[in-house]
């Protein structure tokens, strides 16, 4: 019996592990599905995630060519930046080669998408080929594509400088040979920076790849060129699904393996202001600043050749009691008076600081937390807020809101500036990740719609690198729900889309800080509070003596904040007698009065002033205003003063045919500004077929799981 009893417990042990093993081979099957079926999803998406992305292959050439295979580009030219800028009293004269060299054995087309300031008047273009030089003439922007287009059929060198958007340009030029070098110049004008006491000139190098939101209206985007091949612009299709705007290299590619810079720029300044110079410095690349004859002041990279990932930024002081209170240049051209003036305001007083200290506000505080700002500038970020946060008082409201593919805020409404209010935001802040997509219009719409509090001076302070493409809807958004609240802008990272960010801080009534680097952060938001503490010079309206008819940019000069300077264009048939400046400080007027003077050393000053009238014309398609009646006004003035703008180009032909049928197409791959790519830091993107496989992985994840749970569930 008890062997009976024993043979049968072995049994029962014996069939309970039989079973039991059933259900582990069973479990480790559902864990085998999971693993294979998920290793060939990921294999499937990153299969995928290539063909959508081998413009973006770090370790493609910086040049590519079409193939004729989907997809497939052949290694093309390089090209290679040199910038030189000569500064004269108020005006930056720049002068940009672009040197496209072919190293293949066939005729190619050498694309360059590449940015300017967003006020440059660009006017001159020059095609050098060998000994031979073509100018460029400027033309409407279709006529000028067409005359590029037949130049090409006909195997005729041809350059094409398209302006995409106010602050980025497209350069295209035709029938490269082999081994041969073409060299593309352009020259433009800008105006200083001028801001407590500082001097400061920006030229932008990197390209932020931007993101336009599905939902954005066509209208808001640029024109699209005619060409689709003859541009690196994303096309309208690319456009509405979402996707980023221009191709980019990773920062860890190397040119030919050997570790050179992929897009290499050497830049020189020289500065000739007629006064010494102080505190001269380069922001973010390593500088010489050597001292010349007279008052003359050269700057040069310490790199022969620098890597274009980041802006370069020079700034300086004038010697202490040198520096001007009121400038005035003027020229003559084709019988009309042109001028630039600039006018420092007084500091407010003590008794003014106080009383404005003294009202209340309420602060909003919104930080772009999308995919392109991870990796240093979400730091530089978080930096910022904590800086803001800090200088709340207790008589303020505030509230903090972020916002990448969805808007979050802290709170519904803003809160007073208590202590625990305060360490509730800094500990929400600090607990802030970037990932997603740029959708700023639900952001602006919940901190500028039916928001304002009795009592309180309103301030939204709005943190981002600017990496969106539907500008035009933002800036009517803004228009519509400014309210009275006033809106700063603070650019974050090496490559902020400048022109964006300048833009709705004008629409805002309010002011741009750019913070380049982590270590800025406490003086910039410092000196950004201390501005918008109060305007320091309202109602601003500029009159000659004489009452000579004045046509000046901006028509109306907005509020002015602590350190800022009246800086408009002006045209006339003629300055005569006395302008004068006026305003009103606090409760009290103020006035200053300036007498016009030859000045031999302000050339380009009538370039500048049919920029600002270009800007403000488009400034007004922006507000809504009808694009094809305004269109004709903008082609005038354009043509007048030979600048290119949304609707002119410049274009040079050579006239001597070089080639025979038609030049694949070469397009330059921009470099990824830096601190992208750091840290796993992604260009933004929605709706990419990478995207659909990586989902179809994961549902296969889940099915293998599901599979797995029914093999315990058997055990």
């Known amino acids: 019996m008890a062997a009976v009893m024993a043979a049968g417990k072995r049994a029962t042990w014996t069939g309970l592990a039989d079973f039991m093993m059933l259900g582990v081979k069973a479990f480790l099957s559902g864990i085998v599905v999971a693993v294979v079926l998920g290793f060939a999803a990921l294999v499937l998406a990153a299969s995928a995630e290539a063909a959508t992305v081998t413009l973006n292959d770090p370790k493609t050439g910086a040049l590519l060519i079409r193939t004729g295979t989907a997809g497939q580009y052949d290694l093309a030219p390089t090209v290679e930046t040199e910038v030189a800028i000569q500064v004269t009293g108020m005006i930056a004269r720049t002068r940009v080669t672009q040197s496209f060299h072919n190293r293949g054995s066939e005729y190619v087309e050498g694309v360059y998408v590449f940015p300017l300031p967003e006020k440059a008047a660009v006017d001159h273009l020059l095609m050098r080929i060998g000994e031979r030089s073509i100018e460029g ?163 040069y990279l310490v790199k022969e050749q620098e890597e274009a990932d980041r802006d370069f930024e020079l700034s300086w002081d004038i010697v202490p009691g040198a520096a001007p209170r009121a400038s005035l240049f003027t020229q003559t051209v084709a019988g009309t008076d042109y001028a630039l003036l600039m006018v420092v305001p007084p500091q407010p007083t003590p008794a003014e600081k106080a009383a404005f200290e003294r009202v209340p506000r309420e602060t909003i505080l919104i930080v772009d937390t999308s995919g392109s700002m991870q990796g240093a500038s979400i730091m530089q970020a978080k930096a910022a807020l904590n800086q803001a946060l800090d200088s709340l008082t207790e008589r303020d409201r505030f509230n903090v809101l972020e916002f990448n593919s969805v808007t979050r805020p802290l709170w519904p409404d803003a809160l007073p500036a208590t202590a625990g209010n305060v360490k509730t935001a800094k500990a929400w802040v600090d607990r802030l990740v970037a990932n997603g997509g740029t959708e700023m219009h639900p952001a602006l719409t919940f901190a500028l719609t039916n928001r304002e509090t009795p009592g309180y001076l309103r301030q939204v302070v709005f943190m981002t690198d600017g990496a969106v493409g539907n500008e035009d809807e933002l800036f009517r958004l803004i228009t519509a729900k400014l309210g009275s609240s006033r809106l700063f802008t603070v650019g974050i990272g090496s490559a902020p889309n400048s022109h964006f960010m300048t833009k709705a801080a004008q629409f805002g009534r309010g002011t741009f800080t750019y913070i380049g680097d982590v270590r800025e952060v406490q003086q910039k938001m410092s000196a950004l509070f201390a501005k918008i503490e109060a305007p320091v010079l309202q109602d601003v309206a500029i009159q000659w003596a004489d009452g000579t008819p004045v046509e000046t940019f901006p028509a109306r000069v907005p509020d002015l904040y602590l350190g800022e300077p009246v800086m408009v264009s002006a045209s006339a048939a003629a300055f005569k007698g006395t302008v004068i400046v006026s305003g009103k400080r606090g409760t009290q007027p103020w006035s200053v009065a300036l007498t016009p003077s030859a000045s031999p050393d302000a050339n380009g000053v009538g370039a500048l002033w049919a920029r600002a009238k270009i800007a403000s014309l488009m400034d007004d398609i922006a507000r809504g205003g009808e694009r094809d009646a305004i269109r004709p006004h903008v082609v005038k003035v354009a043509l007048e003063h030979h600048l290119v703008s949304a609707f002119t180009s410049l274009v040079a032909v050579d006239l001597t045919p070089t080639a025979e049928g038609t030049s694949k197409l070469a397009m330059v791959k921009a470099s990824l500004p830096k601190g992208w790519g750091a840290d796993g830091a992604q260009i933004p993107q929605t709706d990419t077929a990478a995207t659909l496989h990586l989902l179809l992985g994961l549902l296969a994840l889940c099915a293998a799981a599901t599979v797995a749970a029914l093999g315990r569930r058997v055990a």
């Open 137 to 299: 003439q400027i033309q409407e922007k279709e006529a000028a594509r067409r005359v590029f287009e037949q130049a090409k059929r006909e195997g005729r060198k041809a350059a094409l400088v398209e302006q995409q958007r106010p602050n980025l340009f497209t350069n295209s030029v035709a029938h490269i040979g082999p081994n041969e070098m073409v060299r593309i110049t352009i020259e433009y004008q800008q105006a200083l920076d001028y801001d407590n006491g500082r001097y400061k000139l920006r030229f932008p190098l990197a390209v932020t790849p931007r993101y336009v939101p599905a939902s954005a209206p066509r209208e808001a985007l640029p024109d699209e060129p005619k060409s689709s091949e003859a541009h690196a612009w994303k096309t309208a299709s690319a456009a509405q699904a979402g996707e980023p705007s221009s191709d980019v290299l990773h920062p860890d590619y190397e040119q030919d393996g050997c570790g050179g810079p992929v897009n290499p720029v050497d830049i020189a300044v020289v500065i000739d202001a007629g006064v010494p110079l102080a505190n001269v410095v380069s922001s973010y690349h390593e500088a010489w600043v050597e001292k010349q004859a007279g008052d003359r002041t050269a700057i």
